[in-house]
């Protein structure tokens, strides 16, 4: 189950500026999905956090994604409880990870985020030693449990000035729910963006 955090408590330094909520997308890139998310973004950025496994099968949209300006995260290679990993198995999920999307990008990430917020003073280690900060989130919107787009955008509408907004790729319903999100956010006088490292 995933682990949220309470406003304000962003893990690391990352965060959004305080004026928006940042817009997180989990566990891409997805053929299926990806492309129309981009679009369903419409210019407005945010941060992807990219399972190494399907950014080597979809190196095209890993490219994609940051040709359009979004920031591009470290989400494992495996998508692994990293706290049931020895040292060694860890350190490997996040480095492989981390080579494969500077190699497709040309940049490094900077930003890490643990399969199912599953964190500890061990990966804290292995996320220090790559050069990254971890990133959690203030808002779950259970879009992996199978929410419809309403309760993903009711879940995504708690979010306060500052927040992290977790959703993931492939789901129809969170694609659905993007366009509603950006809408209802802007009436708030919030900017949806991406994480800031």
């Known amino acids: 189950m995933e682990r949220p955090l309470a406003d304000g408590e962003a893990a690391g330094r990352a965060g959004p500026l305080m004026d928006t909520v940042a817009l997180t997308f989990d566990d891409g890139p997805y053929p299926e999905t990806t492309p129309a998310l981009l679009a369903a973004l419409d210019g407005t950025r945010a941060t992807f956090f990219l399972w190494g496994e399907h950014a080597e099968a979809h190196p095209a949209l890993v490219r994609a994604i940051a040709a359009a300006g979004h920031e591009i995260g470290n989400h ?85 000035p500052g927040g992290v907004v977790l959703m993931h790729e492939g789901r129809p319903a969170t694609l659905a729910a993007v366009p509603r999100i950006l809408a209802a956010l802007t009436e708030r006088g919030l900017r949806p963006g991406p994480v800031r490292g």
């Open 76 to 160: 494992t290679w495996t998508h692994p409880r990293l706290t049931t990993l020895d040292r060694p198995a860890r350190d490997e999920e996040v480095r492989r990870t981390q080579d494969l999307l500077a190699e497709l990008t040309g940049t490094s990430p900077v930003l890490f985020r643990p399969p199912y917020g599953d964190t500890g003073p061990a990966v804290a280690e292995t996320v220090a030693a790559q050069g990254l900060t971890e990133v959690l989130w203030t808002v779950d919107t259970r879009d992996w449990a199978g929410c419809s787009a309403d309760e993903i955008v009711a879940a995504a509408g708690q979010a306060q």
